[in-house]
C-alpha cells in the first residue's frame, strides 16, 4: 500500500522559508514521477512543481526562482524548499507521486495536505 506523508507546513511571514517533505512507503520515488500541488481557498488546485526521472523539474510561473523540487533517494522522500514567500503562496499544499515515469494529467497518490500561511 503506497502512503505519501507530508510535513512541513506552517505560518511564517512574507520573505521568510519553510520547506515540506514527503515521505514515501510502498513506492520508489526514484523511478516516477512526483509533484506538489497547492488549492487555495476558493481556487483551483494548482500543480506548483514536479520532477520526473530523467528530466527537468517543472515550476509553475509564479513560483519560478522561489521554490525548488528535490528528492533523496535513499529516504524516498521529496522535498518543496520554499523561499522568499509571498501571501499567495498561502494554500493548503499536497505532494502527489504517479505510478508512470512521465508526469501525467492526474496523479495516483496524494498526502494528506499541509497548510502554508504567509502573513504580510
Known amino acids: 500500500q503506497v502512503q505519501l506523508v507530508e510535513s512541513g507546513g506552517g505560518s511564517v511571514q512574507a520573505g521568510g522559508s519553510l520547506r515540506l517533505s514527503c515521505a514515501a512507503s510502498?513506492?520508489?520515488?526514484?523511478?516516477?514521477?512526483v509533484a506538489w500541488f497547492r488549492q487555495a481557498p476558493g481556487k483551483e488546485r494548482e500543480r506548483v512543481a514536479s520532477?520526473?526521472?530523467?528530466?527537468?523539474?517543472f515550476y509553475v510561473d509564479s513560483v519560478k526562482g522561489r521554490f525548488t523540487i528535490s528528492q533523496d533517494n535513499a529516504k524516498n522522500t521529496f522535498y518543496l524548499q520554499m523561499n522568499t514567500l509571498k501571501p499567495e503562496d498561502t494554500a493548503m499544499y499536497y505532494c502527489?507521486?504517479?505510478?508512470?515515469?512521465?508526469?501525467?494529467?492526474?496523479?495516483?497518490?496524494w498526502g494528506q495536505g499541509t497548510q502554508v500561511t504567509v502573513s504580510s
Open positions: 510502498g513506492y520508489t520515488l526514484s523511478k516516477n514521477c
Open positions: 520532477m520526473r526521472l530523467g528530466g527537468m523539474p
Open positions: 502527489a507521486a504517479a505510478r508512470t515515469w512521465y508526469c501525467p494529467p492526474e496523479y495516483d497518490y
